[in-house]
C-alpha cells in the first residue's frame, strides 16, 4: 500500500471517529447540527433532553408531577403517572435501581446493542436494524411475540446511544443514556394485516457510582456501582383493558430491569478491565 492510501486511510478513520464523537456528544451543544442527516440529529437532541429531564426529576414524596410509588423490592423502585388518551392508558413510568460492579457505559453499551437484544428480551421475535446512521444511531423494527387474545405487536423506532456526563449527578463519575422513540418510515410497512404498531418513547440513563477513592487505574468491579433510571411512555396501538396494563407493567417492568441487570452482570463479570 503506497504512503498516499495509507494517509487517505488514516483520513477516513479519523472522520468516522470524528462522526462518533459528535453522535455521542449530542447534547453537549445547542448550536445547529449541520451535515447529512442534520434533521434526524435535532429530533434526537431535543427527545433526548426531554427524556434526560425525565429521568432526573424529582419522585420524592414532596415531587410536584405527582409520581406515584406502586412497585418497591429492595433496591427498585418503580413509579407511575396515571394517564389516559381516548380511554386508552399511556402512564408514563420511571424505574430506579442499581447494580454492583458494572459502569454505566458496559450497561448501556450492551442495552444498546442491537444483535443481541433477543438474547435477554424473550418478548421479541425478530429484530431487524433497518438503518445504522453511525455506530451510535439505528433504526430497528422488531416484531413482538403475539400475546392472546391480543393481536401482534411490532415497533419500529430509532435508537441513540448519548454519554450525558455533562449531566451527571453531583456523586457520579460519568453518566451514558440510550432514547429509543418511535417513528415512521414508507420503507417498513405492518408485518400482517392484523398487526398493530407499538408507539413510545424511553429512556435508560446510567451513572457510574465510585465507591472508592483509588485511582480511576486500580479500581476493580468491588469499587463501583451503576445508578440506573428507566423512563418509559409507552401507546399500545389499540384499545386494551386499563387493569390489564396496569397489571401487567406492574409484573413485567421489574421482571425486565432484574432480568437485564442480571443479563449485564454476567457479561461483565469476568472482565478485568472496566469499561468507562
Given at each position: 500500500m503506497g504512503d498516499s492510501n495509507i494517509d487517505e486511510k488514516i483520513s477516513e478513520n479519523e472522520n468516522n471517529k470524528e462522526k462518533q464523537i459528535n453522535t455521542l456528544n449530542l447534547l453537549l451543544s445547542n448550536e445547529p447540527i449541520n451535515g447529512p442527516n442534520s434533521a434526524f440529529f435535532e429530533e434526537v437532541r431535543l427527545?433526548?433532553?426531554q427524556q434526560l429531564q425525565h429521568a432526573l426529576a424529582d419522585v420524592s414524596k414532596n415531587n410536584t408531577e405527582g409520581w406515584e410509588l406502586f412497585v418497591e423490592d429492595g433496591n427498585?423502585?418503580?413509579?407511575?403517572l396515571e394517564n389516559e388518551i381516548d380511554g386508552i392508558v399511556i402512564d408514563p413510568l420511571k424505574a430506579l435501581h442499581c447494580i454492583d460492579g458494572v459502569t454505566a457505559r458496559e450497561f448501556i453499551d450492551i442495552f444498546f446493542d442491537p444483535f443481541i437484544k433477543q438474547e435477554w428480551d424473550d418478548t421479541i421475535q425478530s429484530c431487524v436494524i433497518i438503518e445504522q446512521l453511525s455506530p451510535d444511531s439505528v433504526f430497528l423494527h422488531q416484531?413482538?411475540?403475539r400475546i392472546w387474545p391480543t393481536a401482534t405487536r411490532e415497533s419500529l423506532f430509532w435508537s441513540q446511544r448519548l454519554n450525558v456526563s455533562s449531566k451527571k449527578s453531583s456523586d457520579a463519575f460519568d453518566a451514558w443514556m440510550v432514547c429509543n422513540k418511535s417513528t415512521n418510515r414508507e420503507d417498513v410497512v405492518l408485518s400482517s394485516s392484523s398487526a398493530v404498531r407499538v408507539k413510545f418513547?424511553?429512556?435508560m440513563l446510567c451513572q457510574t457510582i465510585l465507591k472508592t477513592n483509588k485511582p480511576i487505574?486500580?479500581?476493580?468491579?468491588?469499587?463501583?456501582?451503576c445508578k440506573i433510571v428507566y423512563v418509559a411512555e409507552v401507546h399500545p396501538g389499540g384499545w386494551v383493558p386499563k387493569i390489564g396494563v396496569r397489571q401487567v407493567y406492574k409484573k413485567e417492568y421489574p421482571k425486565f430491569l432484574r432480568t437485564f441487570s442480571k443479563?449485564?452482570?454476567?457479561?461483565v463479570k469476568n472482565k478485568e478491565n472496566l469499561s468507562f
Open positions: 427527545v433526548a433532553n427498585l423502585k418503580m413509579y407511575k416484531v413482538h411475540r418513547t424511553i429512556a487505574e486500580e479500581l476493580t468491579r468491588d469499587d463501583i456501582q443479563y449485564v452482570y454476567d457479561k
